[in-house]
C-alpha cells in the first residue's frame, strides 16, 4: 500500500525544495518507487522532483480544480511506494491573504500528514515559540513532525529535545547548512535544473546527507496510506482521439508546462513533437498545430532575434492560419520585439505590433480566471484558470477575453483569441476546462 506526506514550511525560502529533493534521492536511494507532487502552480520546483527521481512531477492546485477533482489527480495513477507533495509558500498562505488553496488547505483536502520546515538559522529558543504558533493554528491537527533546516549538529541536539518536550510534536530531524551545495535563485524562482552543471552530484550528494540527518523511517510511519484500488476517475479520457502532430517549444528559453495539461493534450489526440525556438532552424514538418510555452525568452532575448529562420517559420505557419496557443513567454516571443532593461530591442516573431518590456516588479501577479468575449475555445458562459507570474508587459495584451482575479473585483482586457489562436500572458490549467484541450485538438485536425 502506498503512502504519502507533505513537506511544507514556515515561510517562502526555508528550505522545502532542498529539503523535498533530499528525501526523494534519500529514498531512491533506498530502491522505492516514488511519485512527487508540488502544491501550487510553480514550474520551477516540479522540475527539480523529475530531474531526481527521472519521472514528472504533478501540480496540485485548489484554485485551479477545486477539492475533489485535485483529490483525482493526485491518485490517478499513484501507485507508489511513497509519495512526497512540496507545499507552497508558508503552511497557511493562500489566495488574497487567507488560506484558501493553501498548503494547509490541500494537506485538509487529501488527508496528508504535514511535516513542518523551519529555517532555523540565527534563532535559539524561540523557535519553541515559531513552531508553538504554527501549531495552534493547525485545527485538523495535520503537523505531525518538523524538520530543522540550516541548524548545527550540536545546537540541533539541544534544541530538538526540549521542542518535543515542551510542544509534544515530534522533531524528524535536521539538515545542516549547506555551503557551497544550495539550489539558487533568480527573479522569478529557482534557477533551472539544466543550469546547475553539478546537479546530479549535488543532489546524490544531499541524499545521503539527508539519510544521515533526517529519519526517514519515522517519515515513512507518519505517512498517510493510500486506497490500495482507485476506481476509475472523471479525469480520465473516455475515448483515444486520432493522433494529431503538435509542435510543443521545449528548450532553456520555453520549458514551462503543467504536466496534466500534456497528457490531456495527448488524451485528445495530439503527437506532441518537441521543438527548439532557440537551436532549430523551422517548425517540425507536417505539423498541424503549435504551442509556445512559458519561460525565459528575455535571457536568451539576443540568440532567439538572431534566429531569423525559426522567426520566419513561426509567423508564415501563424499567418497561414495553423493553430497556436501562447502563454507568457511564448506570448512575448510571438510579439514584434522584446526590450531589455538597458533599453535595447530583440526582433521577435513579429506576429503581434506591440512590445514586450520589464517593468521591474510582478505585473498583475496571482491566479486568474479568464473568460471568452466571444466562444473560441470554451463553451459559452464559461471561464478558465490560470496564474500570472511575470515581470515583463506588453504595449498590446490583447482584448478578447475578460481576465478577473479571485475573491476580489479587479478585472482587465485580455490575451488575442480567435478561431485558431489563444495568446495571452496567462498559464493556463486545462483540468480547470477540458473542453480547451479537446477543441485546440481538434482545430489542430481540421486544418
Not at 540527518?213 to 515513512?220: A, K
Not at 514584434?336 to 516588479?361: Q, W
Request: net charge negative; aromatic share 10%; glycine share 8%.
Amino acid at each position: 500500500m502506498g503512502k504519502a506526506f507533505m513537506i511544507a514550511a514556515t515561510g517562502s525560502n526555508c528550505g522545502k525544495t532542498t529539503i523535498t529533493c533530499g528525501l526523494l534521492k534519500a529514498f531512491q536511494q533506498k530502491n522505492y518507487r516514488l511519485g512527487s507532487y508540488k502544491c501550487g502552480p510553480d514550474y520551477i520546483d516540479p522540475m527539480f522532483h523529475a530531474q531526481i527521481l527521472g519521472v514528472p512531477c504533478k501540480n496540485l492546485d485548489l484554485f485551479f480544480t477545486g477539492e475533489e477533482q485535485t483529490k483525482e489527480l493526485f491518485l490517478q495513477d499513484n501507485n507508489k511506494d511513497l509519495s512526497i507533495v512540496e507545499g507552497v509558500m508558508g503552511l497557511y498562505d493562500g489566495i488574497a491573504g487567507g488560506d484558501q488553496a493553501s498548503s494547509y488547505h490541500l494537506a485538509k483536502a487529501l488527508g496528508l500528514p504535514v511535516i513542518l520546515t523551519v529555517n532555523a538559522k540565527g534563532m535559539g529558543y524561540s523557535l519553541l515559540a515559531l513552531i508553538k504558533g504554527f501549531l495552534s493554528m493547525d485545527t485538523s491537527h495535520r503537523i505531525k513532525a518538523v524538520i530543522l533546516n540550516r541548524i548545527s549538529k550540536g545546537y540541533y541536539e539541544k534544541i530538538a529535545p526540549l521542542i518535543e518536550q515542551e510542544l509534544g510534536i515530534k522533531v524528524a530531524g535536521y539538515l545542516p547548512e549547506q555551503k557551497g551545495k544550495t539550489l539558487e535563485s533568480r527573479y522569478l524562482g529557482l534557477k533551472l535544473p539544466q543550469e546547475i552543471a553539478d546537479l546530479k552530484e549535488l543532489t546524490e550528494d544531499l541524499g545521503q546527507q539527508v539519510a544521515k540527518t533526517i529519519d526517514l523511517d519515522l517519515l515513512e510511519q507518519l505517512a498517510l496510506p493510500l486506497p490500495e484500488e482507485q476506481k476509475e476517475t472523471t479525469v480520465h479520457a473516455t475515448k483515444k482521439a486520432p493522433s494529431v502532430k503538435i509542435a510543443i517549444a521545449r528548450d532553456e528559453a520555453f520549458c514551462f508546462y503543467y504536466e496534466d495539461n500534456l497528457r490531456m493534450l495527448r488524451e485528445a489526440g495530439a503527437h506532441l513533437v518537441p521543438f527548439s525556438p532557440l537551436h532549430d532552424q523551422s517548425l517540425p514538418e507536417d505539423c498541424k498545430g503549435l504551442i509556445l510555452g512559458g519561460g525565459y525568452p528575455e535571457l536568451f532575448a539576443e540568440t532567439l532575434s538572431q534566429n531569423t529562420s525559426m522567426l520566419q517559420s513561426i509567423r508564415s505557419a501563424i499567418k497561414r492560419g495553423l493553430p497556436s496557443i501562447a502563454e507568457c513567454g511564448g506570448f512575448m516571443y510571438l510579439h514584434h520585439s522584446i526590450i531589455k532593461e538597458d533599453g535595447r530591442a530583440y526582433p521577435m516573431c513579429d506576429v503581434l505590433p506591440g512590445d514586450c518590456f520589464n517593468t521591474t516588479r510582478l505585473t498583475r501577479f496571482g491566479y486568474v480566471s479568464i473568460a471568452e468575449k466571444q466562444p473560441a475555445f470554451l463553451p459559452p458562459d464559461t471561464s478558465i484558470r490560470g496564474h500570472e507570474f511575470h515581470y515583463y508587459d506588453s504595449s498590446e495584451n490583447g482584448s478578447d477575453a475578460i481576465s478577473v482575479k479571485p475573491l476580489t473585483d479587479k478585472s482587465w482586457e485580455s490575451s488575442f483569441i480567435g478561431k485558431n489562436h489563444w495568446w495571452g500572458f496567462a498559464h493556463l490549467y486545462y483540468p480547470s476546462s477540458p473542453a480547451f484541450p479537446k477543441n485546440f485538438v481538434q482545430r489542430c485536425q481540421e486544418i
